[in-house]
C-alpha cells in the first residue's frame, strides 16, 4: 500500500503497529534518517535498543544471506514489547530477500522498517511493499514540512502555545534549513528554554539560529549602517587583527545595503520586504534592518551604494592601494551620510 505525504504526517506520529514493513524512500538521506528515527521511537518507545527489541542489519549483508532478514523477523525477544528490524541502505538487490519476509510474516513478528533512496515507480522493491496488503511504501520528498509537521516537533521538545511571531519565525527557519539543522535549531531552543515559563520569543529564535556570519563583522556593518563613525577605527582594528579581508567586508556591506535598499524601494512596505528576503532576518536584526531602511531611504542607500561599488573596484585594480585604510575611509563617508 502506497500511504500519501498529508497521511503519513500522522502515520509518523502514531503508526499502526500490525504493520508487517515499511518502506521509506527519497532522495535526501537526512530526511529519511530523521523520519526513520521518530518512526522507530513511536513504534518501539525509547528504550528498545537497552531492551534489544531493534535489530539493525544492512542491505550487503541480505545481499550475502538472505535468510537473515527472516531469521530476525521471526527471532523472539527476551523482553516484552513490539520489536523492529531495520534494513539499512535498501533497494531493489535485496527484494528477494524481503519477499519472503513478507510471504511469512505473522502477527507478533517484528516489524521490517526499510530505508531507501530514491526509487522510481518501477522499482521491484517498492513494487513488492506496495503490492503487500499489511505494508506500507512512504516516499519522503523535498518539500518544507507543513505547520503541521513543525508544531509536532515543536510539541515533541515542549514547545507549545508560541505567539504568532515566533511562529514565523520558525517556519520561516524550517523552509531555509535543511532538516539535520532545523532539527537541531530546535533542541537548542528546546534547552535554552528549559523550565522557563516565558514563551520562546523572536529574539530567542535569532539566538538559536544557526549564525551566517561572524559577530564582529556584522557589528561593524551595523555601525556603518547607524552613522557610528567613531566605532569604526577600533573594529576595523579588531578585525585587520583577526586576518579579516578588507574585500570580504566590502562585499558584506554591499550585501546589508543591497538588502536595505529593497526593502526601502519596496512597494509593499520595509517590513514585508525584510520577511520575505533570503536568507532570512530575526528577530532584533530584522527590527534594526527596518528601522536603517527607513532612516537612509531608497535614494540615500543608493547614494551610499556607488560609494561601496566605487570601493569594491579599487580594491580589485592592479593599484597599490592600502587596502584596509580605504575600506575604512568608505565606511567613514557612509556614515557621514547617515541622516542626522
Request: aromatic share 4%; glycine share 6%; net charge positive.
Amino acid at each position: 500500500m502506497k500511504l500519501s505525504p498529508r497521511d503519513a504526517v500522522r502515520f509518523f506520529e502514531r503508526p499502526d503497529k500490525s504493520k508487517a514493513a515499511i518502506l521509506l524512500h527519497g532522495p535526501d538521506a537526512m530526511r529519511i534518517s530523521l523520519k526513520r528515527k521518530t518512526l522507530i521511537e513511536a513504534l518501539t518507545g525509547p528504550n528498545a535498543d537497552e531492551e534489544m527489541r531493534l535489530t539493525r542489519l544492512d542491505a550487503a549483508l541480505l545481499r550475502k544471506d538472505p535468510a537473515a532478514l527472516q531469521d530476525a523477523v521471526k527471532a523472539v525477544g527476551f523482553f516484552p514489547g513490539l520489536r523492529v528490524v531495520h534494513v539499512e541502505s535498501a533497494a531493489d538487490s535485496i527484494t528477494k530477500a524481503v519477499k519472503p519476509a513478507l510471504e511469512e510474516w505473522q502477527p507478533g513478528d517484528a516489524v521490517i522498517v526499510l530505508t531507501a533512496g530514491q526509487l522510481n515507480a518501477r522499482s521491484s522493491l517498492r513494487k513488492l511493499v506496495e503490492g503487500h496488503r499489511e505494508s506500507l511504501a512512504i516516499g519522503i520528498y523535498n518539500d518544507p514540512p507543513s505547520r503541521e509537521e513543525i508544531e509536532n516537533q515543536l510539541a515533541a521538545k515542549g514547545l507549545q502555545n508560541l505567539p504568532p511571531d515566533t511562529m514565523r519565525d520558525i517556519q520561516t527557519l524550517a523552509r531555509e534549513l535543511d532538516p539535520g539543522d532545523f532539527a537541531q535549531t530546535l533542541e537548542k531552543l528546546s534547552l535554552y528554554k528549559l523550565n522557563d515559563p516565558i514563551p520562546a520569543t523572536p529574539e530567542d529564535i535569532a539566538t538559536c539560529a544557526p549564525q551566517s556570519t561572524e559577530a564582529g563583522m556584522d557589528a561593524l556593518i551595523r555601525h556603518v549602517a547607524e552613522g557610528h563613525s567613531a566605532e569604526i577605527g577600533p573594529h576595523m582594528a579588531r578585525l585587520k587583527a583577526q586576518g579579516t579581508n578588507p574585500t570580504t567586508l566590502t562585499i558584506s556591506a554591499t550585501r546589508h545595503f543591497r538588502q536595505l535598499h529593497a526593502a526601502a524601494a519596496s512597494t509593499q512596505g520595509i517590513d514585508s520586504a525584510l520577511s520575505r528576503m533570503r536568507p532570512p532576518v530575526f528577530g532584533p536584526r530584522r527590527d534594526q534592518m527596518a528601522r536603517q531602511a527607513r532612516n537612509w531611504g531608497m535614494y540615500r542607500l543608493e547614494a551610499a551604494l556607488g560609494v561601496l561599488m566605487e570601493t569594491d573596484l579599487s580594491l580589485r585594480s592592479s593599484k597599490p592601494y592600502p587596502a584596509m585604510a580605504m575600506t575604512e575611509r568608505s565606511f567613514i563617508r557612509i556614515t557621514m551620510m547617515h541622516p542626522r
